[in-house]
């Protein structure tokens, strides 16, 4: 059963950092799949934040945060991580990490992990 653990989370200052990890335990090849990162603010709809694609490289990161948010994955670690910087009050959130062969299709998700920024 896979199951993935988001930690990192927390309360800071608006223009803080903090760092998100996620680590996958459960299946042997989630080495393949896309690991990505979404949030979800109350009242708002859920939000595509980052991905990692499998095999490395670039990671895409959407328009909104791409200037302060960097994603990365360790496959020997079966993790992946969403570095925040420069940290705004609308970046508060629940933060989702989920795994999937495809873009948009997720076949596993997080229990979640809260981040809430001070102005």
């Known amino acids: 059963q896979v199951q993935l653990v988001e930690s990192g989370g927390g309360s800071v200052q608006a223009g803080g950092s903090l760092r998100l990890s996620c680590a996958a335990s459960?299946?042997?090849?989630?080495?393949?799949?896309?690991l990505a990162w979404f949030r979800q603010a109350p009242g708002k709809e859920r939000e595509g934040v980052a991905r990692?694609?499998?095999?490395?490289?670039?990671?895409y990161i959407t328009d909104s945060v791409k200037d302060r948010f960097t994603a990365s994955r360790d496959n020997a670690k079966s993790t992946v991580y969403l570095q925040m910087n420069s940290l705004k009050p609308e970046d508060t959130a629940m933060y989702y990490c989920?795994?999937?062969?495809?873009?948009?299709?997720?076949?596993?998700w997080g229990q979640g992990i809260q981040v809430t920024v001070s102005s």
């Open positions: 989920a795994a999937g062969p495809l873009p948009n299709q997720y076949t596993y």
């Open positions: 990692a694609y499998p095999g490395g490289g670039p990671t």
């Open positions: 459960g299946y042997a090849y989630i080495s393949n799949y896309i």
